[in-house]
């Protein structure tokens, strides 16, 4: 049973910066894509950032291209997402999901696992 459980989230002003952080138990980490997504209310779940299983590839969505960045730490079987210059629009549960394979990465029902995710509140 591959579990993902997420933390880091919370109430941040506009601007600002958070971390957020995801831990994966179960499963060789190391063998997985890991992504983040989120979901505003009302919205669509969206892709936010993917990194490949050795951490050299990393993918992001425009909105947040040059302001967010993903990391992992197969050590620590841990994937990060810092956030910075944070906008209003940011608000969001933020979610980790990992695949298993070659994916479409931006593709949400192509992940295997997903955590219960974290609210992500950017106040202006």
């Known amino acids: 049973q591959v579990q993902l459980v997420e933390s880091g989230g919370g109430l941040v002003q506009a601007g600002g910066s958070v971390r957020l952080s995801c831990v994966v138990s179960g499963r060789t980490f190391n063998s997985y894509l890991m992504g983040w997504f989120r979901q505003a209310p009302g919205k669509e779940r969206e892709f936010v950032a993917a990194?490949?299983?050795?951490?050299?590839?990393?993918y992001y969505a425009d909105s947040v291209k040059g302001r967010f960045t993903i990391s992992r730490d197969n050590a620590k079987n841990t994937v990060y997402l810092q956030m910075n210059s944070l906008k209003p629009e940011d608000t969001a549960v933020y979610y980790c999901?990992?695949?298993?394979?070659?994916?479409?990465?931006?593709?949400?029902?192509?992940?295997?696992?997903w955590g219960q995710g974290t609210q992500v509140t950017v106040s202006s």
């Open positions: 990194i490949n299983w050795i951490g050299v590839s990393r």
């Open positions: 999901a990992a695949a298993y394979g070659n994916i479409r990465y931006s593709a949400s029902g192509e992940y295997d696992y």
